[in-house]
């Protein structure tokens, strides 16, 4: 199954709707361009099985539901969501209770409406570099990604992804680990690094086909992107439009493969990438250190607080907004609440028979 760029979307960057911090600006290399309008999508057996418009996927109004007894994500067509994961020093904070936060959306306090901090159910999507050097990498990367599926919920769903110059869709989502592991097992390393668009084709197709509310992005790589059809910029604005997954990114910087420049050009894409939606960038110094990575990813998904408010903006008023949480407790020192920098609102289609509405 290929995640082809053969579909329509129309991609406006806009200072205004979309401001990352100046001082964050990365110094792009210029990607190979695409017709006005064209960007990456997700296709399976060369035939798409969607075509985004200029707007974000229209999300049904029907409220979530888990299979059976369990866990539960209180969802409705006005509430934002936002997963934190919440540090103290390098320690995750398991005891905060909801009036221990303090959200702001574009410097206003909100009134939060729902907490939880529950080892929920995520749909993960584990997107893995198959360029020619990664060859090297791959058992090491492969068994660490399989590690970090087995220490997670167990009724978490994740679907694999191998890109190169293209990106295939390996395996489809399932809680299989002997299935996810044969579809790590595809590797045909060659070719350029389309890491830009391997992100939004995965985004998207979270959005369109997860069961699962909550969604985590994990990217493993060990270079820069240099095939893409989209930059940073409009990578990270599609994930935001989509109000789409965390992405946890492990960038395989050691060796001698790379200059330094280019080290630290791949170093800030995968920063802002992780830091913009709301995950974490690691960068381990050997093929050794990789399991110890993915086993923190593990415990950083399945330790997050998730926090639900109602904007207090119209719902019909568009544009970016910038969302900050931050924590206070009795007796603990000062807190580190890490979740994305804030959202684009996206539509909400009613039931059949009801009016739609917009968010």
């Known amino acids: 199954m290929r995640l082809c760029n053969n579909a329509v979307l129309v991609v406006l960057l806009s200072a205004v709707a979309f401001s990352l911090p100046a001082q964050q600006s990365p110094t792009q290399s210029t990607p190979a361009q695409t017709p006005p309008g064209q960007a990456p999508s997700v296709s399976v057996d060369r035939d798409p099985v969607r075509s985004p418009d200029a707007e ?52 206003v306090k909100q009134n939060l409406i729902s907490f939880q901090h529950t080892d929920l159910p995520v749909s993960i999507a584990v997107v893995v570099d198959n360029s020619g050097s990664m060859s090297r990498k ?20 994740a679907f694999v992804v191998n890109f190169s110059d293209e990106a295939f869709i390996d395996q489809e989502f399932t809680s299989d680990v002997n299935k996810l592991r044969d579809g790590l097992s595809h590797i045909e390393s060659r070719g350029g690094t389309a890491l830009y668009d391997a992100v939004v084709a995965s985004a998207d197709k979270l959005v369109a ?21 989209l930059n940073l910029e409009q990578t990270i604005r599609r994930v935001q439009q989509l109000s789409g997954p965390v992405i946890y990114s ?26 913009e939606t709301g995950g974490m960038a690691f ?6 250190q990789i399991d110890e990575v993915a086993a923190e990813v593990a415990r950083d998904i399945r330790n997050q607080y998730t ?53």
């Open 56 to 107: 974000p996927p229209a999300v049904s109004a029907e409220p979530l539901h888990k299979e059976g007894a369990g866990y539960v994500l209180h969802t409705d067509v006005e509430e934002v969501v936002l997963n934190c994961t919440v540090l103290e020093g390098n320690r995750l904070v398991p005891d905060l209770e909801k009036g221990d936060f303090t959200v702001l959306e574009d410097g």
């Open 138 to 157: 791959r058992p090491a990367v492969n068994k660490s990604a399989l590690d970090l599926i087995a220490a997670s919920n167990p009724q978490d769903e």
């Open 209 to 229: 086909d997860a069961k699962r509310p909550k969604q985590v992005l994990i990217l493993i790589t060990d270079g820069e992107d240099n095939a893409s059809t």
């Open 250 to 275: 492990i960038g395989l910087l050691f060796g001698d493969e790379m200059s330094r420049a280019e080290v630290r050009h791949a170093r800030r894409a995968l920063e802002m990438l992780s830091t």
């Open 283 to 288: 960068f381990p110094k050997s093929i050794e």
């Open 307 to 359: 926090l639900g408010y109602h904007s207090t903006k119209p719902t019909t008023e568009p544009g970016f907004r910038r969302v900050q949480v931050t924590a206070a407790a009795t007796g603990k020192s000062k807190l580190n609440v890490r979740t994305r920098t804030g959202y684009f609102p996206v539509v909400r289609v009613a039931k059949k028979g009801a009016a739609a509405t917009q968010k």
